[in-house]
């Protein structure tokens, strides 16, 4: 069973930046996606940002030119550079892996722009 921890959420100011951290609990071989998704209050949980292991890159149309993902694959790590955020932008913010046909998520961390 793999583990994902969050962290780097808070609240940030309009055009403010922050940066999530996704870590594995262990290292993925083979095949597989990261991405992060995020859910406001009343809505559907939508994906964010997503990378998969051949390097491909995709992203919402909200946030591209926004927002960044990266991985660093000797950490376990999966980011999210978040720049020019927007109140829109508030929600809480969940990692997941999809590997095997199994999803994996992370517990959430809350992303919150506010003046």
């Known amino acids: 069973q793999v583990q994902l921890v969050e962290s780097g959420g808070g609240l940030v100011q309009p055009g403010g930046s922050l940066r999530l951290s996704c870590t594995l609990s262990?290292?993925?071989?083979?095949?597989?996606?990261m991405g992060w998704y995020r859910q406001a209050p009343g809505k559907q949980r939508e994906l964010v940002a997503r990378?998969?292991?051949?390097?491909?890159?995709n992203y919402v149309d909200s946030v591209k030119g926004r927002f960044t993902i990266s991985r660093d694959n000797a950490k376990n790590t999966v980011y999210l550079q978040m720049n020019s955020l927007k109140p829109e932008d508030t929600a809480n913010y969940y990692c997941?892996?999809?590997?095997?046909?199994?999803?994996?998520w992370g517990q959430g961390t809350q992303v919150t722009v506010s003046s």
């Open positions: 262990a290292r993925i071989i083979g095949i597989y996606a």
């Open positions: 997941n892996l999809d590997v095997s046909k199994n999803q994996y």
């Open positions: 990378i998969t292991s051949g390097g491909n890159i």
